[in-house]
């Protein structure tokens, strides 16, 4: 591998590939900034284009717009409530709330600084884990599948603030949406009302566009002033604030990207599940949580740090296995294959300098977005500044464009309205979106793997491999952890 490391820099950084690289990175950026278009799409219009292109060039070009998205997404969570892509989503938490503080480029910095370094720590993993991959990619299974599931799900107990019962009612409800559809063991078809648009079960990007961007769309319209209830800070010292935030908190960092690694790692997880997986990382691990939720920068950090690392773990399975980690690895799977280029164990050997070109494009990419997110901060803080009554109508068609945009379904604009009518109450009476979204995001995941566990092992099968039993242990002290931490420093103010 390290025979092709120099040629494969070389290629990239090459006229014209590197033109190639910029150009869908900044497709890509644009793409995750419109709510409802993400990865899947740009790649998905990409993918004709690449037919006549040099196979290096054409590879170049789709994963540097795979690898910008995220951050895209991430603009809009911040700036307007309305995560662009579903990964996003965390983010919105203390991002927004930054934004209503004045501090969006202080985010904007923060994120940035994140989504750049948290490429470089997926790629190095990924680098590191090609010659290990098969090993890795096989020690996950049904069992460790429920078992992170459940994981995610105790991350619901730590994120509820006030009151947990609302908390509690909020995540049934999730659930409940996580039911609809065909049943993927018996076949069955649950709840639909009839409704043949619900066969597939509730799409998750027109939920997340209602749930925040509706939701916030209609909550600005009964409020006057402007989204940034301070003067926002538009200098340059407070986006550079935001990158240096990033390595004051360099554990928080390092511990969240390992886990969008890890989590990219999974076929068929998703970045979503990183993304609230490492958010409720840095709560539970955090001394004080008073902040979280209402501006917290550590809030930004995490699920931005764990968004783009987990685009190198996604990368072990396709290249290895040719196991798509995600749905944007779906396409650039079949990218490879129109291309000649068949992932699997042979890759390494027969096109050792494509996976290289890969890693080095998830860099590349994110570098430049980064860059360009940075550069254009200072001009975007100035629309927190506009009057509620003008962005409302802005943010509400963005949304349900976005939510049309995703699958071509006119029902999937009424289930974002339909949500944001819900968020919208869910925000006034101080229930929590971030338990019905958890919920709804590993409902199928915990389904599934749960009866496929059962089914091959019985109830033992849940509990007799290391790494099921690890994941187990580590939700236990996750749920103990806050009264165990309590129980410590009140033994320490004790004289």
Known sequence: ????????????????????????ALLGFLFGILPGLSGPQVL???????FAMDSGQAIVMLMGAAGATAFGGSVTAILINAPGTAQSAATVFDGY?????GQAGYAIGAA???????????????????????????????????????MGLAMIAILAQGNPWKAILAAGFGFSLSFIGIDQQSGTIRYTFGWDYLWDGIKLVPVIIGLFAIAEAISLMSTRGAISRERPNTT?????????????????????????TVIGIIPGVGGAVANFVAYGNAVATARDKSGFGKGDIRGVIAPEAANNAKD?????????????????????????????INPGPRLMLDH??????????????????????????????YLTSLR??????IIMVLGLVGAYATNGYIEDVIIALALGVIGYLMMRFNYSRIALLIALVLGPLLQNSFHQTNDLWGPVGFFNRPISLGLFAITVLILCLPGLLKLIRRARSTP
């Not at 591998?1 to 190639?20: C, D, G, N």
């Not at 709330?97 to 503080?101: E, F, P, Q």
């Open 1 to 24: 591998m390290l025979e092709h490391a120099i040629p494969a820099l070389v290629q990239i950084l090459s006229f014209p590939t590197i033109w190639f690289l910029i150009g869908g």
């Open 44 to 50: 998905a219009l990409l993918l004709p284009v690449t």
């Open 97 to 101: 709330a930054l934004t209503r503080k």
């Open 112 to 150: 940035a600084a994140a989504s750049v370094l948290g490429a470089i720590v997926g790629a190095a993993i990924l680098t590191l884990s090609l010659p290990l991959g098969r090993q890795l990619v096989l020690a996950f299974s049904f069992p460790e599948y429920f078992m992170l599931s459940i």
């Open 236 to 260: 340059l010292s407070g986006i550079f604030s935001g990158i240096g935030a990033v390595f004051q908190n360099f554990g928080l960092f390092l511990r969240s990207a390992l886990i969008g």
């Open 312 to 340: 190198g773990g996604a990368l072990v399975p396709t290249l290895i296995f040719g196991i798509p980690g995600s749905l944007e690895m779906a396409v650039l799977l079949g990218a490879l294959t129109l291309h000649g």
């Open 352 to 381: 050792g300098n494509v996976a290289l070109l890969l890693i080095y494009a998830l860099v590349l990419s994110n570098i430049v977005v980064g860059i360009v997110g940075i550069a254009i901060a200072k001009p975007l803080t």
């Open 388 to 393: 509620t009554v003008l962005i409302a109508p």
